[in-house]
């Protein structure tokens, strides 16, 4: 029997014990859940209850100030209207009686007389005047050589006027000393007929201008490099001249 009470009294006791132990930690839990709403409420309390955010106020629009009128100006009075000329009243006047002028009596012109036609007496007719025989009969007893002697002799013509002597060629000159003409340029004026200073130094604007546009590739050197000046002065040999406008040669 002893046994029995043991074993009794052992689940008895070991069941306190669990009770214990969950009353424990209930009281654990619960003491902790009361920290928790106790630190909560702390946290509330010490938080700063949040401003209410106001949208800022725009500020009142400007007075609207009304432009100042200004006061009519006073209309003058319309000009009073002249008063009307008054005509004077004539006596009507009566009008002239149309004067009645006589009509032109025609003349009586007497008609002419006929004109007085004097005879005059017919031309009597003038008799032939005889053929002269002796023109005639001498031309056919003259000589055939008579004849030809009588038609006039053919006048000679002039000879023609022998053609003026050529001019003389001018000796061809080294065109490459002049500034900016090399051999192939040289060549192309030489191909145009100018091969000396003293050509290109004798050309008028025109002249130049024409020779300008037969020149190609190298159209518009005449101008830019001034030939016509430099020729100017390698015609007359003036090489100090040359080299004090152009630079050394």
């Not at 432009?67 to 006073?74: D, K």
């Not at 000009?79 to 000329?85: I, R, V």
């Amino acid at each position: 029997m002893t046994l029995p009470f043991a074993v009794i009294a052992a689940g008895v006791v070991f069941a306190l014990m669990i009770l214990f132990w969950g009353a424990r930690l209930a009281s654990r839990r619960r003491a902790a859940n009361e920290e928790i709403e106790e630190f909560n409420e702390d946290y509330v309390q010490e938080t700063p209850p949040a401003r209410p955010i106001t949208p800022p106020v725009a500020p009142p629009p400007p007075p609207i100030v009304e432009p100042p009128v200004a006061a009519p100006e006073p209309i003058a009075p319309p000009p009073a209207p002249a008063p009307e000329p008054v005509a004077e009243a004539h006596a009507p006047v009566a009008a002239p009686e149309p004067v009645v002028e006589p009509e032109p009596v025609a003349e009586i012109v007497p008609a002419p007389l006929p004109p007085v036609v004097e005879e005059t007496p017919a031309p009597e007719p003038l008799a032939p005047e005889p053929l002269a025989d002796e023109p005639i009969a001498a031309a056919f007893d003259a000589s055939p050589a008579a004849l030809a002697s009588d038609v006039a002799a053919p006048v000679p013509a002039e000879p023609a006027p022998a053609p003026a002597p050529a001019p003389a060629a001018t000796a061809a000159d080294d065109l490459t000393r002049m500034k900016g003409v090399g051999p192939r340029l040289a060549d192309r004026l030489g191909t145009v007929g100018i091969t000396s200073f003293a050509q290109l130094a004798a050309l008028t604007p025109e002249e130049a201008d024409a020779l300008d546009a037969k020149l190609g590739d190298f159209q518009g050197r005449i101008h830019r490099d001034r030939w016509i000046e430099q020729a100017s002065f390698l015609a007359k040999d003036d090489i100090a001249g040359f080299e004090g406008v152009f630079g050394k040669l």
